[in-house]
């Protein structure tokens, strides 16, 4: 340990005596340091403050004190030096200040050295934790890509899986139409070629029966055997009820026709209400009465509506989707409820249709249609699911989940429109449908 004594006046810290050791320690003659602010002058400028204002605050209240501090060599390099101070009193006033200077530089370097690699410590630890959060975040954001994509993929089965049923459906339903149709034509037609020709026969027979009042007795029996004057009034009522059934027939063919557009996948100006009239006809076994059930009246309130550009089947599997739905709903509430009530106060879908007014001129307007049932309502928990592909509160067996999730998608996703559920317990629920009326490009 290198060890310097000194003696100093402790007024202005003008060395009085220093040690031979100086030599050694800083590479000074020892007559070098007893110039006047010799100590002040060789201090590190940085230091100078905090050593003065050190020892004037110490030296009032210690009689012995420590400090360090750095100090130029006579080679023009800086040592660290421990000053140990003792101060010598007299009457209470600071005579002299006596002391030793030694060599602390390698603890220094050492402290120096730790407080770098501390620091650098740090400064790793600091980059490892910024790295640590942007692969955590990295990874919540690769986690969300691929719930998104999954989630993306699983609608795509799902819509494929469904848009498979019912472009198998629309072909069987098309193929029965076309079958049907056929036969049907022919018979529609050819009736009233029939009605004409028993008209011209019955004519022709009660001529006859005018010129020949008097037939003979066994004509006579043949006419009474033949209840002919049954057969003059009941056959032209029969054909003219064939002729409603043929027509009958023929607007449920082409119902058929119109809902079997399923497998369609261009854009096309069409009637909606006629992909409402046609989903409803399919359905109209389900809407009327049945020994179990009573009927459930739908109720029409359309708008004057122009064509509108959409996918014509899609759209109409969105209308199956629902309306089933509502007729799922108030057949499962009326097998609860008594004859009477259920006269009282009947099951109804009601089928609004409107242009959006709201819209400004500039932007292309929207058609709304509305499905309203009067059944027992949705609750909020379950109204908040409705759109989510698997979900239903259908008993096992009964239901997929896929209808209204495949609705949402036709509707949002490929005719850029809404598709909302608005409900009231006990009260009922509405399905709003809004589409613009062309698809933008």
């Known amino acids: ?64 004190y420590i400090a360090e501090y750095r100090f130029l060599t006579a080679e023009g390099k800086w040592l660290w030096v421990k000053d140990i101070v003792t101060v010598v009193r007299h009457q209470g006033e600071v005579t002299k200040l006596l002391g030793f ?8 370097q050492a402290e120096i050295s730790l407080q770098a690699a501390l620091k650098r410590l740090e400064q790793v630890n600091q980059e490892l934790e910024t790295r640590v959060e942007q692969r955590t975040i990295a990874l919540s954001q690769e986690k969300e890509k691929l719930e998104q994509t999954l989630h993306k993929l699983q609608k795509t089965q799902t819509q494929l899986i469904q848009s498979e049923k019912m472009s198998s459906l629309g072909q069987l339903v098309a193929g029965i139409a076309h079958e049907i149709n056929n036969p049907v034509n022919f018979i529609h037609g050819n009736l009233s070629h029939v009605v004409e020709y028993v008209n011209t026969l019955l004519h022709l027979l009660q001529f006859y029966q005018q010129e020949y009042p008097n037939s003979s007795l066994e004509l006579q029996e043949k006419f009474e055997a033949a209840e002919l004057d049954f057969i003059i009034e009941d056959l032209p009522k029969l054909l003219s009820s064939m002729q409603v059934g043929t027509k009958r027939m023929r607007e449920i063919v082409l119902s058929l026709r119109n809902f079997s557009r399923l497998d369609e996948a261009e854009v096309k100006e069409v009637n909606i209400h006629d992909g409402i009239d046609s989903t409803l006809m399919i359905l109209q076994n389900r809407l009327r009465a049945k020994p179990n059930a009573s009927e459930i009246k739908v109720i029409k309130k359309y708008g004057n509506l122009p064509l509108v550009e959409c996918f ?84 096992v067996g009964k239901g997929t989940g896929l209808g209204l999730s495949i609705s949402y998608q036709i509707v949002v996703e490929k005719h850029q429109g809404k598709l909302e559920c608005h409900s009231i317990l006990g009260e009922g629920t509405e399905f709003l449908i809004s589409i613009p009326q062309r698809q933008k490009t």
């Open 1 to 64: 340990m290198k060890l310097v004594p000194w003696e100093a006046e402790a007024v202005n810290r003008q060395f009085t005596y220093v040690g031979p050791q100086v030599k050694d320690l800083f590479g000074y003659e020892p007559e070098q340091c007893y110039e006047l602010n010799f100590w002040q002058e060789h201090i590190y400028p940085e230091d100078v403050l905090q050593v003065h204002n050190y020892e004037q605050t110490i030296q009032l209240e210690q009689d012995n």
């Open 101 to 108: 200077f030694i060599d602390i530089s390698d603890r220094k």
């Open 312 to 395: 014509p089947g899609q759209l109409n599997q969105v209308f199956m989707n629902i309306i089933v739905n509502a007729i799922d709903v108030l057949e499962e509430r009326d097998h609860k409820r008594s004859f009477s009530d259920c006269k009282s106060h009947p099951s109804t879908i009601t089928i609004y249709t409107e242009i959006d007014h709201r819209e400004t001129p500039a932007v292309i307007p929207s058609i709304v249609i509305r499905i309203r049932d009067n059944g027992t309502g949705i609750s909020e928990e379950i109204k908040d699911r409705l759109f989510d592909p698997f979900f239903t509160t259908k008993p």
